[in-house]
C-alpha cells in the first residue's frame, strides 16, 4: 500500500488564498489589455470567493443543524 506524505500548511487556506488573489491581480496589472489579463483576473475573483466562503464557513455563528 502506498503512504501519502502529509504536511501541515503554514498558513491557513484564507491567507493562502487571499495572497494568490492579491499575485494573480498584480500580474494581470502587468499585461495589456486581452484575454490573458481577463483570465488572470477571473481566477483572481475566484481565488477571493474561496477565501470569503472559507471564513463564512468556519465562522463561529455558523451553527451545524438540529
Do not use: C, F
Not at 470567493?49 to 468556519?58: D, I, K, P, V
Amino acid at each position: 500500500m502506498l503512504m501519502r506524505h502529509r504536511s501541515k500548511q503554514a498558513d491557513p487556506l484564507e491567507m493562502r488564498l487571499a495572497a494568490e488573489a492579491q499575485r494573480l491581480r498584480e500580474e494581470a496589472n502587468a499585461l495589456p489589455p486581452g484575454a490573458a489579463r481577463d483570465e488572470m483576473l477571473r481566477k483572481a475573483r475566484q481565488a477571493e470567493t474561496g477565501s470569503q466562503m472559507s471564513e463564512w464557513l468556519r465562522s463561529p455563528g455558523l451553527q451545524p443543524p438540529d
